[in-house]
């Protein structure tokens, strides 16, 4: 093909001159041109190979439905595979490249697929790489990959930004041509809270290729721009261009995706190249238009070849003729309009060739008049040349009995322009509506009911004249505004001119394939982009796959990115030739979102990287930071992990803290700890309903330690809550099951117990709680507080008081995680800051040392207090030593289920500890095994839980869960086996307490 | 010095920010310091009782439906829910004298004073900025001036106050405050923003 550009013409800006590269080559072009007309101009007819049989391919199309002309936009972090060159706007210095060739475009090696075509049939990787053995298929799948497909993504980071934003109105309307228009216009009188949304840069549709049509005495494209200035002057309007809505969902909820820099090389700063947008609406227009439908013939691939409307959009649009040598083939009237304005334009046209033998006397009159060869009662049977078209043979056609005759000419052309109707855009209208109908006329689907609040006008909806479009969209709008509860006045009438030589959208000769009655029989392309020809969808009737859906699933027929926006009604054409029924009665596929492809960028917006989601910090967080602790993620929250000192790694640090713990000081933020705020005249009996022990003696001024099941009568959680007053208790949760705790003691007030008073509210994050532990914890905080007695005898073990630290007003509870001596003391968040920073202060005096999970760890492992580790959702609070704490006396929220004579066998596994017998160190879920070697572990007997070095035993420990728990396994050695990681190592099964047995350390 | 550090003390700096705008940034920010966050829950049959001591004590009509918020010099007082109320104030005897008047027959009171981060976003973008979150409709005929949602912007849910057309006052969980100032701010580079000093 040798596109060029014309003298005149086009709505590009001659002025601005624009540089890109196409596979490095330099070319020029304008403002208003995309990529592929400024390509086209440039004389360029090869623009990429194809899928499967790697043919050259060239631009087919002049918009969204482009199976061809696929191409690399961009480099490095930036580059976008498979954008479709006929809807890229050029930019200064745009880099494309094409794709899916070896080691060029002109000379792609693979094009050897062609040849074995014959047997790249569809299934033909399930059929041909089956064995020898099922790994067989992850070898062949390499290369397969490899050799088939389309762009490839980048490993890069994307640099620029993706943003996402909710936006809402009352009317919808998608699609600016003349119906979305109108609509728009009509909603937006209406005073409804309007969205134009338009994949493309301008507005206009169909109009923007309009020369001579008036519309209320107006040229077309003058109209819409007095329609875009009456829209933009309305406060409630908001007209988006480069906005494509891709999908629609329930609840009138509709995706989209604004370009909003994609016509820039980068965008600007802080500027999102893209940005996508959740709709919501209470009514949507569909003025999605209608796609060009091309005919299937032997060589319909060939670059050169192309649709009618989107060459004469070239020449109109951009200024370029597709070729000097035209040839339209067409089966009904609207392509005499690419014929005529070509010819107008200076281009040859070598001839229309259009299979019915009655063509109206307006459009033959004005081909005659312009000297055009017409070939009334033909059809093309073939295209031929290589890399680009170099003629087109034509045979006679009978319409009444649909034969082709067996005399054959060749004409000599670089482009064809085929027209084989029109498809109605129907994407959106099948994803929210019921099954699409089957419109005889133009044969081809409109959509069916409405399932959602939509209405459907103009092209999309088989109305392909201006006058039908216009008062159909303005209907439209009236209606949608008025489910939106917005009256309208009267219904706009449109005064429009069309010439005579537009023709009928009702002249269609309904054509699907051209089939040669003798001579060869090359491929003929149902699906450009995946290469399926019609033989594929034959043969997939014959093996079977009869059903629309599963020919598009064996055939990937209309599938993936393209959507069948070129393929899909010749394809059920063909299919129902095939098995000899009707169009309807084999039916359509539904139309999946998105109707064009979006970027995960798109979807993924900013939550990416550290702000995947976000992160909770306690009110301490920048203290621990100065100081330089290592912070880890516990779900949400930050915590420190250890305090490393230079030269320290992080078991030399953990076990620092711990010991300075055992023997002296340390501190560590529990902020983090979930606290509930019960109150009400019903708390204390409620409590006593959610406790396995008893609340009821629980005086003012005391915590009591309380553990929670779930019904099934499982451990849930387990913590302290604190008496503050006769109808006021703080409970304290897990860090980990903060909110699950809260919503179970809602949905109980809500549902079970509906009559008691008592409310609950999380004030976790109203508390800053800093664990004061170790012998000299005392001496410490009272050398802080002046107005609390801290002895034995001022604050007992368990004992709550409120009291002043220097200027901060603080709880001080008698608790003990560690088993030292300790306290917890607890702030406002807003003084948090402040209350480890005087603590860390008056701590120099005693040698206090701030300490992290890693030590808290340590020492409960030590003292053999459960956590998350062991309260699994499995165990029970007598797996877990603590059958104690479950009271007989009272009911209470999983007592009933408890019971169940499986939690109480003896053979559960139960809590034990155990210490490495030789030293090494354990991984927590190690399986508990009999036997001496990984090889022969034998079965698994239970499994380690929570693991560390014990400085004060100066051994490496370990909780664990063991089938019979200590009172069959004491002493016994067992093995922890790790076979993940390796790790085989005989253990010792002692008690979980490995520590102060008699608890003398905290009662002092 | 005081001992208070309010959340976004260190992440919250003054200065201008972002895309540069010939009108000027599209909106302020400021971290907001009410002396106290006050949640009232009344018993199902005693919202009645609550609200007259609150409407006489805060000096204000209690709105009647949730989802409203009601304004006096002693504070904003916000339905979140049939009988569950929050007051923001910047008086902080407010709770003290409130206990003495709301007994436990008649409701609860829960002292958030410090467990919530309160920002106030302002101009002509406030809507756009919180929109790339908050799903819900803000134009000032669907979330007329007084009303309160809650919300959540960035998996952060939020407490939302619309003072005047370009005003809204949100509050988060003080825990999230940092991470939830970092999205905000990222979503308003565009507009580019003002971070105002703290009264």
Known sequence: MSGYRLENGGLIDRSKRLNFTFDGKRYGGFSGDTLASALLANGVSLFGRSFKYHRPRGVYSAGPEEPNALVTLRSGGRSEPNTKATVIELYEGLQASSQNRWPNLQYDLLSINQIGGSMLVAGFYYKTFMGPTRKAWMLYEHFIRKAAGLGAASKEADPDRHEKSNLFCD????????????????????????????????????????????????????????????????????????????????????????????????????????????????????????????????????????????????????????????????????????????????????????????????????????????????????????????????????????????????????????????????????????????????????????????????????????????????????????????????????????????????????????????????????????????????????????????????????????????????????????????????????????????????????????????????????????????????????????????????????????????????????????????????????????????????????????????????????????????????????????????????????????????????????????????????????????????????????????ATLEDIPVLVARLSFSGELAYEVYAGSNYGAALWEKLILAGEAFGLVPYGTEALGTLRIEKGHVAGPELDGRTTARDLGLGGMTSSKKHYIGRPLMEREALNEDNRQRLVGVISSNGTPLSAGSHLVEGKTAEQPGRSLGHVSSTTYSPAIDKFIALALLEGGLETNAERILYAADPLRGGHDPVEVVSPCFFDKDGSRMHV | MSSLVYALAETARPGVYGASRAEGPGLELLELRPATMLQLGAWPDTKGALEAILSDHLKLEVPVTPGQAAVSPEGTLMVMAPGRYLLVSDNGDITQSLLEKIAVETGVLTDLSHARAGIRISGRNAADVLLKGVVIDLDIRAFTVGSVAQSSFHHVGLTLHRKDETTFDLFVFRGFAVSFWEALTDAALEYGYEVMTPA
Not at chain 1, 586 to 595: N, S
Request: with cysteine.
């Open chain 1, 171 to 802: 009317v919808l309307v998608v699609g600016a041509g003349p119906a979305g228009l109108a609509a728009a216009l009509a909603a937006g009188r209406a005073g409804a809270r309007v969205v134009l949304a338009d994949e493309n840069a301008q507005a206009g549709g169909a109009l923007l290729s309009e020369q001579e049509e008036t519309i209320d005495g107006l040229p077309a494209q003058d109209w819409v721009a007095q329609s875009l200035a009456e829209l933009a002057a309305l406060p409630d309007v908001s007209i988006m261009p480069r906005t494509t809505v891709y999908g629609y969902y329930d609840h009138n909820v509709l995706g989209a995706v604004e370009r909003v820099a994609d016509h820039l090389a980068t965008p600007n700063a802080h500027q999102a190249r893209q940005k996508h947008w959740t709709i919501r609406c209470a009514s949507v227009v569909l003025a999605t238009g209608a796609i060009e439908r091309p005919i299937v013939f032997d060589g319909n691939d060939k670059p050169g070849v192309m649709l009618a409307d989107s060459a004469r959009r070239f020449a109109q649009r951009q200024g370029v003729a597709v070729g000097r040598q035209v040839v339209v083939f067409t089966n009904n009237d609207s392509a005499y309009r690419a014929a005529l304005d070509l010819k107008d334009a200076g281009v040859e046209i070598a001839a229309i060739v259009d299979p019915r033998g009655d063509i109206s006397s307006p459009l033959k009159d004005a081909v005659q008049k312009r000297g055009i060869r017409l070939l009334a009662s033909h059809v093309v049977t073939g295209a031929k040349g290589s890399k680009s078209l170099k003629t087109v043979e034509i045979a006679p056609f009978d319409p009444e009995n649909q034969t082709v005759g067996e005399s054959r000419e060749w004409i000599a052309a670089d482009s064809l322009a085929v027209s084989g109707g029109w498809t109605p855009t129907i994407h959106l209208a099948s994803q929210a509506g019921g099954k699409p109908v089957f419109n005889a006329e133009i044969a081809s689907f409109v959509p069916g009911e409405a399932l959602q609040n939509w209405h459907a006008a103009g092209a999309c909806n088989g109305d392909f004249a201006l006058e039908d479009c216009l008062s159909a969209g303005a209907n439209a709008g009236a209606v949608a505004a008025r489910d939106a509860g917005f009256a309208s006045g009267t219904t706009d009438v449109f005064d429009v001119t069309v010439p005579a030589h537009a023709g009928s959208g009702s002249s269609l000769y309904p054509l699907w394939e051209i089939t040669r009655p003798n001579g060869p029989k090359g491929k003929k392309f149902v699906d450009l982009q995946h290469d399926v020809t019609a033989e594929d969808v034959r043969l997939a009737q014959r093996e079977g796959f009869e059903s629309v859906e599963h020919l598009k699933r064996y055939t990937t027929l209309g599938m993936a990115a393209d959507q069948g926006k070129t393929s899909n009604v010749n394809g059920l054409a063909l299919m129902a030739a095939a098995l000899e029924r009707s169009i309807p009665e084999v039916g359509t596929t539904r139309f999946r979102p998105p109707y064009t492809p979006v970027a995960l960028g798109a979807l993924a917006g900013r939550e990416t990287g550290f702000h995947i989601s976000p992160v909770r910090r306690t009110p301490m967080h920048d203290l621990h930071v100065k100081a330089g602790a290592d912070m880890l993620t516990a779900g949400q929250w930050m915590r420190p992990q250890v305090y490393r000192k230079s030269g320290e790694d992080v078991f030399d640090a953990y076990v620092r803290e711990a010991r300075t713990v055992r023997e002296g000081v340390g501190m560590v933020d529990v902020s983090t700890l979930g606290k509930i705020d019960v109150q009400g005249p019903d708390a204390q009996e409620f409590l006593n309903r959610v406790y396995s022990n008893g609340f009821k003696s629980l005086p003012v001024g005391k915590a009591r330690y309380g553990l929670m099941l779930r019904e099934d009568g499982c451990l849930f959680d387990d913590g302290t809550t604190w008496c503050l007053g006769e109808t006021q208790y703080l409970m304290t949760t897990t860090t980990a099951n903060a909110a699950g705790v809260l919503s179970h003691l809602e949905f109980l007030l809500a549902t079970v117990w509906p009559e008691m008073r008592v409310q609950v509210t999380s004030v976790t994050e109203q508390w800053a709680g800093v664990a004061v532990a170790g012998p000299k914890s005392r001496a410490l905080l009272q050398s802080v507080i002046k107005d609390l007695d801290l002895s034995d005898e001022g604050v007992p073990f368990m004992g709550v008081y409120p």
